[in-house]
């Protein structure tokens, strides 16, 4: 294991820290062709990654935690900058980053609003300046440039040309919004704590577990009172109650538009579900998925889709599900943020850490 935090860093120059390695493959049975965690890096036994982003054109993976930004260069995998407020992040809580048409990086922070970066410049945006609400949780680009932000308030369009934000509250399914993409016709896809909405630029559309979004409960587990109820009365990250999983299928943590069109939506217990335009289907662990509650969506270069679960992250090809766990290198199960890197790496963001997984057998990429 490998460390991403300075203050880590240095407590392992001095020794007190033990550096540990991962086996050559994940477990007995790997083949060439199958996937292994091969490293993982420490960012604090405390600390969540909620947020990854790999920028091609610098060769760089930023990682968002829950103590700050650390800009990653991908050559060497080793850290380039870590921000926290004294640099200039607007809090050390790092819910999500995007990378903007004319190469800002936005990071969206829990109560500290949107601070956007550039060539050691910061500036921070908060409601007083037209963002929805200080809590963000999700970047876009669409096709004309602009940027669209989530928040817990609704959702922003930001001109990157003017500087002004338009904000969309009333139109969404529900005002929390922690998902965005944008597909190839230009339509907006929203997720949030009570469904998902999408927006044409002129009309508005929206779906909920009544339109077929997240698989049936076919556990049985409680409905959990954790929002999705459109109010500000009891709302939290907490995905349990008294120790117990809950259930609660329209609540989507993530979006994304597969390169075929469909639409994936990452669920609160229903599982992860596709859309093709006229039905919605749900795939969960019966299928193949490691958990349940899917807090991310990534595609790699080969066009797989993979996703990060309550219980692991498990990778789909269209085909065949193959997951990975703890057992297998993973620093937790609870995977919160994905990134798709050059070749066949992906990044995978956890509590303690993050984890990079890439084929066994294969050539570690530098």
Not at 211 to 222: I, K, R, S, V
Request: hydrophobic content about 40%; aromatic content about 12%.
């Amino acid at each position: 294991m490998r460390t991403w935090n300075p203050f880590l860093a240095a407590t392992m120059a001095a020794g007190l820290l033990a550096i540990t390695t991962l086996p050559a493959v994940a477990d007995a049975g790997a083949t060439r062709a199958d996937y292994r965690v091969s490293e993982t890096f420490d960012v604090g036994e405390a600390a969540y990654v909620r947020a990854l982003r790999v920028e091609a054109q610098t060769n760089t993976l930023w990682v968002g935690t829950s103590v700050g930004a650390h800009e990653i260069d991908l050559a060497t995998v080793k850290p380039r900058n870590t921000f926290t407020r004294k640099d200039g992040l607007a809090n050390e809580y790092v819910f999500a980053i995007g990378i903007d048409s004319q190469g800002y990086k936005w990071f969206g922070t829990n109560a500290g609003g949107a601070s956007r970066y550039k060539d050691g410049q910061w500036k921070t945006y908060f409601p007083m300046h037209g963002l929805a609400d200080y809590w963000v949780y999700s970047f876009a680009n669409d096709a004309g440039g602009d940027l669209w932000i989530g928040t817990w308030a609704g959702a922003n369009r930001f001109s990157v040309k003017t500087g002004a934000f338009k904000t969309y509250v009333k139109e969404l399914i529900n005002e929390w919004v922690y998902g965005i993409d944008v597909d190839r016709r230009g339509r907006v896809w929203f997720g949030t704590e009570g469904g998902i909405s999408m927006f044409d630029g002129k009309r508005w559309r929206s779906w909920t577990h009544k339109d077929g979004l997240g698989a049936p409960n076919d556990e049985h587990l409680p409905a959990s009172s954790n929002t999705g109820l459109g109010t500000r009365s009891r709302h939290d990250l907490t995905t349990t109650e008294a120790g117990a999983a809950t259930y609660n299928p329209s609540y989507v943590f993530a979006v994304h538009v597969a390169a075929n069109g469909d639409i994936w939506a990452g669920t609160w217990g229903g599982g992860v579900s596709r859309f093709d335009g006229s039905s919605w289907r749900s795939f969960t662990t019966s299928d193949g998925l490691a958990g349940n509650i899917v807090y991310a969506i990534a595609r790699d270069q080969s066009g797989a889709l993979w996703f990060g679960t309550d219980g692991g992250v498990t990778r789909f090809d269209g085909s065949s599900w193959r997951s990975l766990t703890i057992q297998d290198g993973l620093l937790d199960n609870h995977v919160y943020a994905l990134a798709a890197g050059p070749g066949d790496d992906l990044w995978v963001g956890t509590r303690r850490g993050v984890a990079r997984i890439n084929r066994s057998g294969g050539e570690k990429k530098q």
